[in-house]
C-alpha cells in the first residue's frame, strides 16, 4: 500500500487499428475545433492542458487514495475520469455543475484524510446542489494550480457566454450525442434522437419534413450545413420575428428611430438616439449591418436576451438603496444552523455550508457550540448523530468568504452551549482570527442610542449572542458583573417551555456560566426573553433582541401586527423554524418580513419556494443582503397593519397584467429517457394577505424545446413595496403532482414593462443555462 499513491498508473488504452486511430483522431480534433471556437477559445492553453488531461489522487477516506485520470471532453465542457468500476461506464461531470474549485485543504474530507505536507498540491472541486465534492491531489503544487486555474477559467468563460452561445454549444453538444456512430452525418433516425435530446417531441410526418426540407443534396443524410439549416428551422422564434417585424417594416431592419420607438412604447423606458446607438454598437453581430447604423434581428435577439434588457431592473442589481440608515431599518438575509448539509439528524456539518450561504450573500451565519475535545469548541447540531467541524475551522472559513458578495456587515450568532474554558477559546479565537474586523466596542464616542447603518459596519462581524450586563456599563466606572448566570441559549429547549407554561420555564431552565471575554463580545445583537411588546418598550434597549420561534412569531405578526412592526422600528428581531423541521424545511418568511422582522432565519441547504422567495427578496440592491424597509415600517408612530390594510401611504393599488409568451429550452427533469416536458407555467404573487394570488396557464403536451402559450392573467397588487412574483414551470403530470422544472422569483417593484424574457433557475437557485421564458408585463395604476 502506498498512502500517496504512484502517480505514473498505467493506464487503460482501447485497442484500436492504426487507421482507425488516425480516423479517430482526425474527428476529435475536428470536433475540439468547433466547440473551441463557439466558447471563444480556440488555442487557449488552459483548455488546452484541460483536453490533454493527467493523473490526479482522489481522496475519498483515510485508505480510500486512488489515482485517476482526468481529462477534459471534446465538448469542452464534460470532465471524465477514469474509473475502476467498469460497470459504470459513465463517471462524468458537467463544468456547468461546478460551483466552485478551491485550491488547498479546504474541505472536511481533505482536513481528515491527508496531512498538512500536501496542503500545497491539494484542492477541492465543489458542485452545486448536494453533489459530494471531489478532494484531488496533484503530483506538484504548479500542477495543483494548473488544473485550479484552468478549471475556474473554463467554469467562467462558460458562465461568460451569451444567451446564443450557450443555445449553440448546447444544441452542439446534443448534435454530437445524436451522431451515435460518429460518422458526422445524421440519419433519420439519429436526428429523431436528437429531438429528444432537445426535449422536443415531434410526430414522424414533421420529423420527415423537416429532414426533407434540410435534406437539399438528398443524400438520406445531413451533414455540415445541413445540419445548420435544421438548427435555424428550430431555434426560429416566431414571436420575436413578428415583434421585430413591427419595427423594421419600412426597411427590413430596425434603425435607431425605430429602437427608440420600441423601448419608449413597448418596454415603456426612457430612450435617447444616443441609447438606440449604444444598442447597435454593443449588439449588431453583422459588421456590415452594424456600419449602416442598423439592427438586424439576430442583434435584436442578442439585446432581448442580455441582462441589461431582461425582467429584472438592472439598475437594482446595484446596490441602488440609502445604506446608512439604522441597521433594524433593514430586512436581512439570514440562516439557520447554517452548518448543516442537510437534515437535522444524521446529516453531515461542513465549513463548505457556510461558505455557501456567505457567497448567496447570507448576512446571518448560526453557529451552534459545544465542548469538543483537546480543549477545542466545536459546531454540530447538539444530541443529534450530524457530524462535527471545529470552531475555529468555522470562523476561519467565515473569515475568508463573509465579504466576497457583499462588503455589508455579517452577524454571527451563536449558540452557545460551552463551558466557560472553552468559551475563552472561542473568544480567543474570533478575536484572532476576524482581528480588527471584529466589533467589539460601540462605534463612536459615548453610549449610543441606535443602531449603526450597514454603511458604518461595512466588513464588519458582530456577535449575537448573551451579555452578562447591560452595555452601559462599558461606560460606567469599573464594575465587576456580579452573576456570571445567564440562561442557557438553546432552540430545543424552546419546545418543552411552551408546553410548561411560565412559572415551570424559569426553574428548569438550564443555566449556563457565561466567560466574560465572550460577554464583552457582544454589543448591538444581546440576545434577551421576549415578555410581551409592553415590556420591550419599557425595559429593554436598542441592542437588546429577542429570537422568536416561527410558530410564536407567526402569531405575533397575525393578531398583532402593528404592534411587531412598531417593535422592529426601534429593535431587532430573529426568527427561526421549529426544531419539529427536523428534515430542515422551511416556513414562509413573507408573512415575517410583513410584519417588519428582520432576520427571518431559514435552512439554507434546503430546496423549497420559500428559499425562492428568500433569494428573490434579495436578489436586488446588489446581492448586499440587506433590503431598506419602507419608509412606513421605519416609523415608530406608523399605522401600518399588513392584514387590516386602512388608508396610508402604503396602499398605492396596481394591476399587474401578465402575458405568458413562449419559453426556450426547458430542460428534461424526468430521467426517463423516452419522456418530454410537459411545461405549464404558473405565476405567483406573494405579500400582503390581500395580494396573495396564483395563476396558472395550460400544459402543452410534449413540447419542452419552444413551447408557446400566449395566455394572459390579471392580479390585483395592493402594498407592492412588500410584494414578490414568482414565475414557475413544471412538468405537468396528470397521474401525481407536477414536476418542478424552474423558477424565478423578484420583488414586484423591480419588474420591467413590456417584453422580457425571466431566466429560470433550478431547484437549488442556480441558473439554468439555456432555458427562459418569454413574457409580456404592463403595470397599471388601479
Ligand atoms: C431537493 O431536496 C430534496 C430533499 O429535501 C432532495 O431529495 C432533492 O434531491 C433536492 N433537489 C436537488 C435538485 O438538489
Ligand atoms: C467574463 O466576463 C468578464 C466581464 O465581462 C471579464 O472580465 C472576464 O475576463 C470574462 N472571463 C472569461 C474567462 O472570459
Ligand atoms: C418592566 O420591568 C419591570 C421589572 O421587571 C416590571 O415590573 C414591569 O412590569 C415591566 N414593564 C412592562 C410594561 O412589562
Not at 502506498?2 to 487503460?12: I, L, Q, S, V
Not at 433582541?545 to 397575525?558: D, I, P, Q, T
Request: proline share 4%; charged share 30%; net charge negative.
Amino acid at each position: 500500500p502506498d498512502p500517496e499513491g504512484t502517480m505514473n498508473c498505467p493506464r487503460r488504452q482501447p485497442k484500436l487499428g492504426r487507421a482507425e486511430a488516425l480516423l479517430r483522431n482526425k474527428r476529435s480534433q475536428k470536433a475540439i475545433q468547433l466547440s473551441s471556437k463557439l466558447i471563444g477559445m480556440e488555442g487557449d492553453p488552459d483548455l488546452q492542458f484541460l483536453l490533454q488531461g493527467g493523473d490526479l489522487l482522489k481522496v475519498r477516506s483515510p485508505s480510500w487514495k486512488k489515482t485517476r485520470y482526468f481529462k477534459l471532453q471534446e465538448d469542452c465542457k464534460t470532465v471524465w475520469h477514469e474509473s475502476k468500476k467498469t460497470f459504470r461506464r459513465k463517471q462524468t461531470f458537467s463544468l456547468d455543475d461546478i460551483a466552485a474549485v478551491r485550491m488547498g485543504r479546504q474541505s472536511e474530507g481533505l482536513r481528515k484524510y491527508t496531512e498538512e505536507q500536501v496542503e500545497i498540491r491539494c484542492f477541492s472541486i465543489m458542485f452545486k446542489g448536494r453533489r459530494k465534492n471531489l478532494d484531488l491531489i496533484a503530483s506538484s503544487e504548479e500542477e495543483a494550480k494548473q488544473w485550479v486555474s484552468s478549471l475556474e477559467k473554463m467554469v467562467s468563460r462558460l458562465k461568460n457566454l451569451s444567451c446564443q452561445q450557450k443555445t449553440e454549444h448546447w444544441i452542439l453538444s446534443c448534435l454530437r450525442k445524436a451522431d451515435k456512430n460518429k460518422d458526422d452525418k445524421l440519419s433519420p433516425s439519429e436526428v429523431k434522437n436528437f429531438f429528444r435530446l432537445i426535449n422536443i417531441d415531434v410526430e414522424d410526418e414533421y420529423a420527415e419534413m423537416l429532414f426533407k426540407k434540410c435534406d437539399k443534396s438528398n443524400s438520406g443524410y445531413l451533414t455540415g450545413e445541413e445540419i445548420q439549416h435544421l438548427y435555424e428551422l428550430l431555434t426560429q422564434r416566431e414571436e420575436i420575428d413578428v415583434i421585430y417585424g413591427e419595427y423594421a417594416r419600412t426597411t427590413g431592419f430596425m434603425n435607431s428611430e425605430n429602437i427608440v420607438d420600441f423601448l419608449m412604447k413597448e418596454q415603456r423606458e426612457k430612450a435617447t438616439l444616443e441609447d438606440a446607438r449604444r444598442i447597435i454598437e454593443k449588439y449588431e453581430p453583422d459588421e456590415n449591418v452594424k456600419e449602416k447604423k442598423l439592427l438586424s434581428k439576430d442583434g435584436f435577439l442578442m439585446y432581448m436576451q442580455h441582462p441589461e434588457a431582461l425582467i429584472l431592473n438592472s439598475d437594482h442589481t446595484e446596490v441602488y438603496q440609502d445604506m446608512s440608515q439604522p441597521l433594524n431599518h433593514y430586512f436581512i438575509s439570514s440562516s439557520h444552523n447554517t452548518y448543516l448539509m442537510e437534515d437535522q439528524l444524521k446529516g453531515p456539518s461542513s465549513t463548505e455550508a457556510y461558505i455557501r450561504a456567505l457567497l448567496k450573500g447570507c448576512r446571518c451565519v448560526e453557529l451552534d457550540c459545544w465542548d469538543g475535545s483537546d480543549d477545542e469548541p466545536v459546531i454540530y447540531h447538539g444530541y443529534t448523530l450530524t457530524s462535527k467541524i471545529l470552531f475555529k475551522d468555522a470562523i476561519k472559513a467565515i473569515k475568508e468568504y463573509a465579504f466576497k458578495t457583499s462588503d455589508y456587515p455579517v452577524i454571527l450568532s451563536l449558540e452557545n452551549h460551552c463551558s466557560v474554558e472553552q468559551q475563552k477559546v472561542m473568544a480567543h479565537h474570533m478575536n484572532s482570527i476576524l482581528g480588527s474586523a471584529l466589533i467589539t466596542a460601540p462605534l463612536g464616542q459615548g453610549m449610543p442610542t441606535e443602531f449603526p447603518s450597514p454603511e458604518e459596519l461595512k466588513g464588519k462581524f458582530l456577535i449575537k449572542g448573551k451579555r452578562l450586563n447591560k452595555l452601559e456599563a462599558i461606560y460606567a466606572s469599573e464594575e465587576a458583573a456580579d452573576n456570571t448566570d445567564v440562561t442557557e441559549e438553546d432552540e430545543s429547549n424552546d419546545e418543552d417551555e411552551e408546553k410548561e407554561g411560565e412559572q415551570a420555564k424559569v426553574g428548569k431552565k438550564k443555566k449556563l456560566k457565561l466567560a466574560k471575554e465572550l460577554s464583552d463580545m457582544v454589543i448591538y445583537c444581546k440576545s434577551v426573553h421576549f415578555h410581551g411588546f409592553e415590556d420591550a418598550a419599557q425595559n429593554l434597549s436598542f441592542y437588546e433582541m429577542s429570537s422568536f420561534k416561527e410558530g410564536k412569531a407567526v402569531g405575533l405578526a397575525e393578531e398583532s401586527a402593528n404592534a411587531f412592526i412598531r417593535h422592529n422600528v426601534d429593535k431587532l428581531s430573529r426568527i427561526y423554524p421549529a426544531g419539529t423541521r427536523t428534515d430542515s424545511s422551511n416556513y414562509d418568511p413573507v408573512p415575517l418580513w410583513n410584519a417588519g422582522c428582520q432576520i427571518v432565519a431559514l435552512n439554507f441547504q434546503t430546496n423549497c419556494t420559500d428559499m425562492d422567495v428568500n433569494q428573490g427578496r434579495f436578489l436586488v440592491n446588489g446581492k448586499s443582503g440587506y433590503i431598506l424597509k419602507p419608509a412606513y415600517m421605519r416609523d415608530l408612530a406608523t399605522d401600518f397593519d399588513p392584514i387590516t390594510l386602512t388608508r396610508g401611504d402604503w396602499l398605492k393599488h396596481k394591476t399587474l397584467h401578465v402575458m405568458i409568451i413562449s419559453a426556450q429550452q426547458l430542460p428534461k427533469v424526468n430521467k426517463k429517457k423516452s419522456s418530454i416536458v410537459d411545461p405549464l407555467v404558473k405565476v405567483e404573487v406573494f405579500g400582503v394577505p390581500a395580494d396573495v394570488a396564483e395563476k396558472e396557464t395550460n400544459a402543452i403536451e410534449n413540447n419542452g424545446f419552444n413551447p408557446a402559450w400566449n395566455e394572459n392573467f390579471q392580479f390585483d397588487v395592493y402594498v407592492p413595496d412588500l410584494a414578490l412574483v414568482r414565475f414557475l414551470v413544471e412538468d405537468h403530470d396528470s397521474t401525481s403532482d407536477n414536476e418542478f422544472v424552474g423558477q424565478y422569483t423578484l420583488p414586484f417593484n423591480s419588474l420591467k414593462m413590456g417584453y422580457r424574457h425571466v431566466p429560470l433557475l433550478n431547484k437549488n437557485g442556480d441558473l439554468l443555462p439555456s432555458a427562459g421564458l418569454f413574457v409580456h408585463i404592463m403595470v397599471v395604476d388601479a
